[in-house]
């Protein structure tokens, strides 16, 4: 670790993934001190991820501590596309970004935070990713003393924590109508619901991959999703945040089959449903899983104290049916001074990538079909 100082506060640059693994008790009391946290800032979600996508020598978190406690963090690593820049940990996997800040003393954490991301910026443009409004990046934003520039990024979509019959309720008539007719058929075919222990998570998360490639077979799948780092990522973070509180895996079985399961990721601010599979043969048996796992997760979310339940990114058709609150994230591109031009270069490189996307976009007459592809271009 590389050290300096602002004030009272110590800002410490780790470049040591054996450190960062370290961190992880003081990491989650910062994450539970921060109301913005999303369940993609906890370091069970970012240390399983750098140890299936990081490279070596790449690592840059910076650390704020006062008296030894940690008050604040940004967890990036350093990559070349060509551009030099610092990224956030998480990659295309993660739907939301943050820093961390401890609320108590974030007035003089936000400025120290700044101060250690100049400083390990040095010759590369920062480049913060899928910010959620409101979030506590906007300080640090705010506060930067070099380059910055804000962009539009990706369409998210939430729905307050109501009872479930209250969401139905801000539906259209006639689909509230077809809603509550799914859902008569749904219990009747008898589905039972079950969460998996932290012991059973590496064989439900085998099932739920399995179901999702069997679901989206043939409909443009995520080719992420199949691939082996992938599935070590995902089952070794839900692992981890079923024991801490943070996720839980959800199975739902028909005849003692399991036919649907769901991870979600949760925090004090939100319950996202990250990702889930499906037996396609329950389509045979007249079971909408989509209203299925909407019904359930309001509900926990509800009883949990949850205020948010968060399609997280994507802007499919079945979302839009429950008029959720369409939330934008934010992108953005900081740098020093000096390295402004790259900065204006790195920007206008998106904005033409952007262009050819949306023209990729008009150009596929389905959905499914382009949104594999765009998942290639923008994501990675």
Not at 49 to 59: E, F, K
Not at 93 to 111: C, G, H, K, S, W
Not at 277 to 287: M, N
Not at 365 to 372: E, Y
Request: aromatic share 6%; glycine share 8%; hydrophobic share 40%.
């Amino acid at each position: 670790m590389s050290a300096g100082s602002t004030g009272a506060l110590s800002v410490t640059l780790c470049r040591d993934p054996r450190q960062f693994a370290a961190l992880e008790e003081p990491w989650n009391r910062l994450v539970r001190s921060c109301p913005t946290a999303t369940p993609f800032q906890s370091h069970a979600w970012l240390h399983s991820w750098w140890l299936s996508y990081g490279r070596d020598g790449r690592l840059r978190v910076v650390l704020v501590r006062r008296g030894g406690e940690l008050v604040g963090a940004a967890a990036l690593m350093l990559v070349h596309r060509p551009l030099p820049l610092l990224v956030p940990l998480g990659g295309g996997i993660t739907d939301y970004f943050d820093v961390l800040l401890d609320a108590e003393y974030a007035e003089q954490v936000v400025p120290a935070l700044a101060h250690g991301l100049h400083r390990a910026a040095r010759g590369a443009v920062i480049d913060l990713r899928e910010v959620r409004p409101g979030a506590a990046a906007e300080r640090l934003y705010g506060q930067w003393p070099g380059a910055r520039t804000r962009l539009a990024d990706s369409t998210c979509m939430e729905l307050p924590a109501l009872p479930f019959d209250e969401l139905v309720k801000r539906m259209p008539k006639a689909g509230a109508q077809r809603v509550r007719a799914k859902l008569r058929k749904t219990d009747a075919a008898g589905i039972e619901e079950r969460d998996v222990t932290e012991q059973e998570v590496p064989r439900a998360v085998r099932t739920l991959l399995r179901l999702h490639e069997k679901q989206w077979r043939g409909r443009g799948v995520t080719p992420e999703h199949l691939r082996p780092r992938f599935a070590e990522h995902l089952t070794r973070a839900t692992r981890r945040m079923v024991r801490c509180g943070e996720g839980r895996l959800t199975e739902f079985r028909l005849e003692g089959k399991v036919v649907a399961a769901n991870v979600t990721l949760l925090s004090a601010g939100l319950s996202g449903g990250y990702l889930y599979g499906a037996d396609p043969g329950l389509r045979d048996k007249k079971v909408d899983v989509a209203t299925l796992l909407l019904r359930h997760e309001a509900g926990r979310a509800l009883a949990e104290g949850r205020p948010v339940v968060s399609f997280l990114r994507g802007s499919e058709p079945y979302k839009n049916h429950w008029r959720p609150e369409v939330v934008v994230n934010q992108r953005f591109l900081l740098a020093t001074a000096p390295l402004a031009p790259l900065l204006r270069l790195h920007e206008s490189q998106l904005s033409g990538r952007e262009r050819a996307v949306e023209a990729l976009r008009e150009s596929l007459p389905a959905a499914r079909d382009w949104r594999a592809r765009l998942n290639e271009l923008r994501v990675r």
